[in-house]
């Protein structure tokens, strides 16, 4: 186990090699070819490299060349699970059978040499692989280094880019793109970014896909009107400069929107899954057709040709799930390409061929054109005018929230693994792995996943594979806890802590908590543990008692929630802190709780503060009135409630209804959930608390803890009731004096942020037709809204859809539930009926924090508050002491495997185990250019890597690009000149261990090998105590 970290869950797999091994002869074969070839690619396009297009076929410069194709885009996980669509099962919902596809696709492709054709999903890809023969594969690898099999993307999944965060993105590229690397070397390796099929798309995602390496993307999916503003001005093609913040062209990305999304041009689809004619050359029989396809075809490429620039058009011909039977396809288009092409002696000027995404894409950057530059997103996408593909922003929000709270925990996963070595994979616990976690997560990246637009079953098995994928990383922390802390722990996971339930808290008298912080930096933090009524003596490392207090927490209808201890525990950078908990019956409880509880209006103020935060509630509503930040001396009237749309079910207008992806409100004005609360006010030294009760199934605890500089919404809602037979899509609210002249800034991906404004895109004149729904914009991890002096921010803990629909307001959507199917295909409506079938339906806690504060420090705020929260302490529990790991260990209650805690601006976005002896390192500045000039955070920063970790020496460091597939220096991407001007290839900053610069939203990716300290003494002997 653990062999190669991040492919060691691929059933099968052989043994990991190291990174610097992985380039096997073949690939260094093809890296060896022939000079006067390579010279002759590169005088034919003077100053673009040929790197990876040197098997491309030959084109007709003189003609339009028509680039067929053929590829089948492949759901992991849809209206079937993953494994229902690999194996061909459940074929009654949808006839679909992956391994069926490859097996005929390979059959096909060696039948006849000029064909081609191009995959994409990995995590198909990777199981076809391993059941392969070695004959098999041999042949697979030809096909690959001719060129024949292309793989585009190469992502684990074609990940969705817009309840995505950028780390998962990360995470699942690179899984997929080191499979690909490992098994094909540099002939696999994709050039091309390919998502035929996710919602619109997010300007991050161009980024990260830049940062990968990528030399062109191309999409499906974009707003109806985008598109025929696009046809009209000739720019379906152009450069998306996709960061403000990163120097041209690092964030540049070649762009191009496919002409028929991603299918075939109707009548000539030649799948077992369509119904056009296959064509019929045979002049005798009285189903010839030749001629008329082929004049059909003459026609639809000239017409196609119009909304392109070059001499060269694209047809994907394939779609979902298809060639499972290949030669139905191919062999179709075998007489295609030969008739049309047979017209050149009538003077036809179309030359059609198989081809590729890569391959199109070289002739588009030959073309040498000056193309347009787009700076803004394609978010959100409608495919017509009551059609806003902008409800999957919030479909599932539990599903989405396990999916973030994974990558939490598979980070820290990821961590220990590094950190420990080998011992956290074997040792006193079994065998401990990341790779099911990593590959779980990757699946969840899925357009279908954590879209929440899949069946129900198949949402069930995304939950699945994730509590899956968390058993063997819990084996790795409790190998890797006890080797660091030389004690051998009866360690237990609390994976329903979220929703008060711990057996171990709620039934032992004396336990041991461990909190490990995945961050480069100490944290504060509050523990929050279900237990029994009681008072309870808390020690921290030192044996120092702690304050504690249990405290009550809101019981519903649904969930009767046990009281809760809390202690506020700090724990420093990339370490742990061992706090003990014993229960202590003689001592009186020292919860002082106050119940007033507020029906009736009273004239007193309701308050709760800190030194940092005051908030204001008005006691005949018990709403939230008012926020002020006592350090900047900032007011702000805020009127928070929760509101609901009703969901339509289609009206005169269109027949549209709301479902899984599409949101579309009956009416504009949401309906309140109740015009006030019932109140309960707690306040102790360690918490104070207003629980607000708006309806048997709305509830909300808004929470103060000392020192903490953000208000804290803790809000509960489901299970939403549709006995009136009304889909209901649930929003919190906040209504502000602020004047925000109808713009709001929205987050892409968790990292850089966008201005919206409302009723408006940046690139084309909108003609607004669902004044609601169309102004919906993805929220993964921040909102804000702001005057221009003051900014009011809300941090959400998964990803939802939020706007500002008037000046002032800001508002997300928590939950919905729909009683009708959308007609997107899921077939299902959103119903969510919960743990049972036919249940009473899903309720669903979260949290949003709000930060008020100048538009000068607001980003200094909500960057490290959300690096707090997507990274947050795992929190582990044992009862009693345990026993040490071997004789000579030396225990400890607190470790920090850092020497020097990393610069605020500085983000651990990776450490993680790569192969024996290898760790994947990223460094990231979480800063913009120019967002922070209060404490300046904005400025470059530099760290020394050199003794940065206590655990292990870094013996050699590489850096490469973004998805670590291939070295930086290596690396080039093709140039494209733009209308600003062609810009100046980055240069390479130098790799010097002692001083690692990172510019503003810089990630930087390294390979290290290391070598781990022996053992847990001689750890103990070397690391500094603190
Ligand atoms: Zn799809």
Not at 327 to 337: A, P, Y
Not at 372 to 382: G, L
Not at 440 to 449: E, F, G, R, S, Y
Request: aromatic share 10%; glycine share 6%.
């Amino acid at each position: 186990m653990g062999a190669d970290a991040w492919a060691a869950g691929l059933r099968a797999g052989g043994p990991g090699v190291a990174a610097e091994s992985r380039m096997s002869p073949r690939a260094l074969r093809s890296l060896l070819r022939p000079l006067p070839f390579l010279l002759l690619l590169l005088l034919e396009a003077p100053g673009a490299r040929a790197a990876g297009y040197e098997t491309c076929p030959k084109v007709q410069p003189d003609m339009l060349n028509v680039h067929l194709v053929a590829h089948t885009h492949d759901d992991v996980g849809w209206l079937k699970t993953v494994d229902q669509y690999f194996y061909g099962i459940q074929n009654d919902i949808q006839h679909a059978g992956v391994q069926y596809i490859l097996d005929s696709v390979v059959s096909a492709l060696l039948a006849e040499p000029t064909r081609r054709f191009v995959y994409v999903e990995m995590a198909f890809f990777a199981r076809w692989w391993f059941q392969q023969t070695n004959a098999t594969q041999e042949v697979v690898r030809d096909l690959v280094r001719q060129g024949r099999l292309e793989f585009a993307n190469g992502g684990w999944v074609m990940n969705d880019e817009a309840a995505t965060h950028y780390g998962a993105i990360i995470d699942q590229m690179t899984l997929g793109l080191h499979f690909l690397e490992k098994t094909f070397g540099s002939d696999g390796r994709p050039r091309v970014a390919w998502h035929i099929d996710p919602f619109g798309h997010s300007r991050e995602q161009a980024s990260l896909f830049a940062q990968m390496g990528f030399d062109g993307f191309f999409f499906g999916r974009l707003d109806y009107q985008d598109k025929k503003t696009r046809k009209a001005m000739v720019e379906m093609e152009q450069v998306w400069r996709a960061s403000t913040s990163l120097p041209p062209p690092a964030a540049d990305l070649f762009t191009g929107v496919l002409p028929n999304m991603y299918n075939p041009p109707d009548e000539l689809c030649w799948d077992s899954l369509c119904d056009d004619k296959p064509l019929v050359d045979d002049l005798r029989s009285p189903e010839y057709n030749a001629d008329k396809l082929v004049n059909y075809f003459l026609q639809l490429a000239a017409t196609q040709a119009r909304f392109y620039r070059t001499k060269h058009t694209v047809m994907t011909m394939g779609s979902d799930f298809q060639y499972e039977n290949a030669n139905m396809w191919f062999k179709n288009l075998d007489k295609l390409i030969q008739l049309v092409n047979a017209q050149q002696a009538n003077g036809s000027h179309v030359h059609v061929l198989y081809s590729t995404p890569t391959c199109y894409l070289w002739e588009l950057n030959k073309a040498n054109l000056t193309w347009s530059v787009k700076e803004d997103d394609f978010f959100p996408y409608a495919d017509g005018a009551h059609k806003f593909w902008t409800g999957y922003f919030t479909s599932r929000p539990a599903l989405k929230f396990y999916e973030r709270r994974s990558y939490n925990f598979l980070q820290v996963c990821n961590q220990l693994e590094a950190l420990v070595g080998p011992a956290a994979n074997n040792g006193p616990y079994g065998s401990g792995d990341s790779a099911p976690l990593r590959e779980a997560m990757a699946v969840l990246q899925h357009h279908d996943a954590v879209t929440g637009t899949s069946r129900q079953h198949v949402a069930d098995d995304y939950a699945r594979q994730l509590a899956e994928g968390w058993g063997p990383c819990e084996v790795l922390l409790s190998n890797a806890l006890a080797r660091l802390s030389g004690s051998k722990g009866d360690f237990t996971f609390c994976r329903g802590l979220n929703v008060s339930v711990c057996s171990l808290s709620q039934t032992a008298k004396r336990f041991i908590v461990t909190i490990y912080n995945p961050l480069g930096r100490k944290v504060a933090w509050m523990v929050r543990l279900p237990v029994t009524k009681g008072a309870y003596l808390v020690t921290d490392p030192n044996g120092t008692i702690v304050p504690n207090e249990v405290v009550i927490v809101p019981s519903s209808q649904i969930q009767d929630r046990p009281p809760e201890l809390l202690f506020s525990a700090s724990v420093p950078a990339l370490g742990f802190s061992i706090y003990s908990v014993a229960r202590v019956p003689d001592r009186s409880p020292q919860v002082y709780t106050r119940q007033p509880t507020i029906n009736k209006p009273q004239t007193r103020v309701l308050t709760i503060q800190n030194k940092h935060i005051r908030a204001t509630f008005d006691p005949n509503t018990g709403l939230l009135i008012k926020i002020e930040n006592l350090d900047q001396k900032l007011l702000l009237p805020v009127r928070q409630a929760f509101y609901w749309y009703n969901a339509s079910t289609g009206n005169k207008q269109s027949s549209q209804a709301s479902g899984a992806y599409i949101f579309r409100p009956n009416q504009q004005k949401p309906l309140p959930v109740r015009h006030w609360a019932q109140i309960r006010l707690v306040k102790t030294a360690l918490v104070q608390e207003v629980h607000q009760n708006f309806s048997a199934w709305c509830s909300q605890v808004i929470r103060l803890y000392p020192g903490q500089r953000h208000l804290e919404l803790e809000w509960t809602v489901g299970p939403i009731p549709v006995v009136d037979g009304w889909g209901k899509e649930i929003i919190s609210r906040f209504d502000t004096t602020l004047e925000t002249d109808g713009r709001f800034y929205t987050d892409s991906n968790g990292r850089e942020i966008l201005e919206r404004r409302r009723d408006y895109r940046p690139t084309w004149n909108l003609t607004q037709t669902e004044p609601v729904a169309g102004n919906y914009y993805p929220v993964n991890t921040r909102i804000y809204i702001t005057d221009g002096n003051m900014q009011l921010t809300v941090l959400t803990d998964r990803s939802q859809g939020g706007s500002s629909l008037k000046d002032g307001s800001l508002e997300l959507m928590v939950h919905r539930r729909l009683l009708k199917d959308d007609g997107r295909g899921v077939g299902e409506p959103l119903q969510e009926a919960g743990p049972e079938w036919n249940g009473p339906g899903l309720w669903v806690r979260g949290r949003h924090l709000v930060l008020l504060d100048t538009v000068r420090t607001a980003a200094a705020g909500h960057r490290l508050q959300a690096e707090k929260e997507v990274l947050a302490p795992q929190v582990v529990l044992a009862a009693g002491q345990g026993t040490p790991y071997h004789r000579e260990a030396v225990q400890r209650k607190q470790f920090s495997a850092l020497r020097r805690e990393l610069p605020p601006a500085v983000h651990l976005l990776t450490l993680a185990r790569w192969g024996p002896g290898t760790l994947l390192l990223r460094l990231e500045h979480q800063f913009a250019v120019g967002e922070d000039s209060g404490r300046n955070l904005s400025s470059p920063v530099t760290v020394d890597l050199r003794d940065l970790f206590s655990t292990f020496n870094i013996t050699s460091l590489r850096e490469t690009t973004l998805a670590a597939n291939q070295l930086r220096k290596a690396a080039s991407r093709l140039q494209w000149d733009t209308h600003t001007g062609l810009p100046p290839q980055a240069t390479l900053p130098l790799l010097d261990p002692s001083a690692v610069t990172l510019q503003p939203m810089e990630i930087r990716t390294f390979l290290a090998t290391v070598q781990w300290e022996q053992t847990s003494s001689r750890i103990n002997l070397r690391t500094p105590f603190l």
